[in-house]
């Protein structure tokens, strides 16, 4: 058995608005993950038929992001046809889990060298399209919660009105995503990460706006309010926008896990290796607050506490989600989303996970840090948790 999980590579697409106008919309779903794969195996020179597993993310397993993206990716990469692959949901936190899935098969001495994946196109498969109209539930999740689940941008109101956020605090906390992410692209912070897509004339984060204030969301009109749900939670004064929520977005990125000893034997430099994972389920209405216990479970079971980690990223689904996690943690804002987050480079919901771990490596190594966790609420009440060790 391995005694250690190593990363090796973590790359990704420029994120791409995930309208018909976006500049990755153009690309086939299949095509866009195939071109990450394919960097991947490039620029680390390795032989793609000594990968033991692909295990790639996507919300939306539908249409041209059915059948398996995964492994159609990987034929589309031109790997040999011997290397298999499989796709996942764990909703936003499907490529996350990917990853966890790849570094516990490695620990547990049943594969050698893994790609973990995540592959999102919103302008070609608009999310909730995957319901296909039909009732995802059934009556007995409907006589559980007989009121009736709500949409994730109702819970993002919910946990904002809970924990008191005004709609100037969201909105400050979206122009922070912002402004930290224009000054990471303009410093070239992302040049190691972001990989060309082919055919695409473009390296830049599309959904990054660097003029954005306070002063310029604040004439946004809430995003999710209708009658009935204003009836049903009069508490609620609706400060949730488009503004202060992640946009729809194109991506997809990847990471290559693997043994330490296959590692050393490719004469591969590991860049970080996995210390602890933890995964919670949390309370459906209120979905996304699983971030806050899943950030506990996973620091006690990696014995640290919040003054060992340098860094944090925590997926900003809705500006209120990081919010609440800072307040209940009381992490040191600073570490949190240092080169801006998922407000300003977008939510490709399968890829999101992969997304942040690519970040998250490339900064530990640009500061130094020796640690980072990463943490990703999830559509249905959930979350997963994951602490890296920069090598």
């Known amino acids: 058995m391995s005694t250690e999980a190593v990363i090796v590579d973590v790359i990704r697409t420029p994120v791409g608005r995930g309208k018909p106008e976006g500049i990755l919309s153009g690309v086939h779903p299949v095509d866009l993950l195939a071109g990450v794969l394919d960097a991947l195996v490039s620029r680390n020179d390795l032989d793609p038929a000594l990968i033991d597993d692909v295990i790639g993310g996507c919300v ?20 040999p046809e011997t290397v298999p692959g499989t796709t996942i949901d764990r909703q936003c936190g499907s490529s996350q889990q990917a990853a966890t899935f790849a570094a516990q098969a490695v620990l547990a001495g049943h594969a050698d060298i893994v790609i973990a994946c995540g592959v999102e196109s919103m302008s070609r498969v608009p999310l909730g ?75 830049a984060d599309e959904t990054v706006r660097p003029a954005t204030t306070v002063e310029s969301l604040a004439g946004l009109n809430p995003a999710f309010r209708t009658d009935a749900l204003a009836e049903r939670f009069p508490e609620l004064d609706w400060r949730v926008t488009p503004g202060n929520s992640s946009p ?21 430099e590991p860049r970080a290796r996995f210390r602890a994972f933890s995964v919670v389920g949390s309370d459906p209405l209120y979905m996304l607050t699983g971030v806050i216990p899943a950030t506990e479970k996973v620091l006690a079971r990696a014995g640290l506490v919040h003054a060992d980690i340098d860094a944090y990223e925590v997926n900003e689904a809705f500006a209120s989600v990081p919010l609440a996690w800072l307040r209940e943690t009381g992490a040191d804002a600073a570490k949190l989303n240092p080169r801006g987050g998922a407000i300003a480079l977008g939510h490709a919901l399968g890829s999101s996970g992969t997304r942040l771990l690519t970040t998250l490596v490339n900064q530990l190594e640009a500061t130094g840090g020796r640690l980072g966790l990463q943490t990703m609420c999830e559509g249905g009440g959930m979350a997963n948790a994951t602490v890296i060790e920069r090598l």
């Open 248 to 268: 729809l977005t194109d991506g997809a990125s990847a990471a290559l896990i693997m043994s330490a000893e296959a590692a050393a034997k490719l004469d591969l």
């Open 129 to 203: 399209s995957s319901a296909a109209g039909a009732d995802p539930y059934g009556s007995r999740i409907r006589a559980r919660y007989p009121d009736g689940l709500v949409g994730q941008g109702v819970s993002a109101e919910l946990i904002a009105a809970k924990w008191g956020f005004s709609r100037e605090e969201l909105d400050a906390f979206a122009a922070r995503s912002h402004r930290l992410a224009a000054a990471a692209g303009e410093s070239g912070a992302f040049a190691t990460e972001v990989v060309p897509v082919p055919g695409v004339d473009a390296l």
């Open 60 to 79: 939306s397993q539908i249409g041209e992001q059915s059948y398996n993206i995964t492994r159609n990716a990987v034929l589309a990469a031109g790997f």
